[in-house]
């Protein structure tokens, strides 16, 4: 299965934050806020990230506490986050297809109750046959998110939450009716 359109993912993204886009930004600085934690908040991140991103996305109002959800299975975010930047061990290309093969990981632990092995297994089966255009796609919604940091970083306070919009959009439209 491949990602949705990546100019579909980012209308739709855009539109939701368009709509709410005080209450998605007050919770993904939350969540921004644990990934300043060394070596394990990018994983704790993610998780409020996607919280954050799928309650927008299914038109439900995102609250502050969302951007914490990591705290509630610790281990297992911080092990998918370990997952997504596993490819930096191999070259730094690797990291690229490793998020994307993992990202959804996230979302599968917070949405279906997985621990984070059978997250990876659902991760390798849905997205490993089709690597190519899953990393295409998370590498330009990885783009989008670094994109405000030209306008001396103040642009990442809307590009960060798109670039998770577009995230929970493939996840909501590929990955979740299919598991």
């Known amino acids: 299965m491949n990602p949705p359109p990546i100019g579909e993912a980012l209308d739709a993204a855009w539109a939701v934050f368009k709509k709410d886009y005080a209450a998605i930004l007050v919770a993904t600085l939350c969540a921004l806020l644990l990934g300043l934690i060394p070596f394990v908040g990018g994983g704790l991140a993610m998780a409020g990230l996607f919280r954050v991103s799928l309650k927008a996305l299914r038109g439900q109002t995102p609250e502050p506490e969302d951007g914490f959800i990591g705290l509630k299975a610790p281990v297992d ?29 996230t979302a599968l632990i917070l949405e ?14 849905r997205i490993w046959p089709n690597w190519g255009p899953w990393t295409l796609y998370t590498l330009v919604a990885g783009l989008v998110g670094a994109s405000g940091a030209i306008a001396c970083g103040i642009g990442a306070i809307a590009t960060i939450p798109l670039a998770g919009l577009m995230l929970a959009y493939a996840y909501d439209r590929v990955i979740a009716p299919a598991v």
């Open 77 to 105: 975010h911080i092990v998918m986050g370990l997952l997504q930047i596993a490819g930096l061990l191999a070259c730094c290309v690797g990291v690229y297809v490793s998020h994307a093969v993992f990202f959804p990981g």
């Open 112 to 125: 279906k109750g997985m621990d984070w092995r059978r997250a990876k297994d659902v991760c390798i089966a």
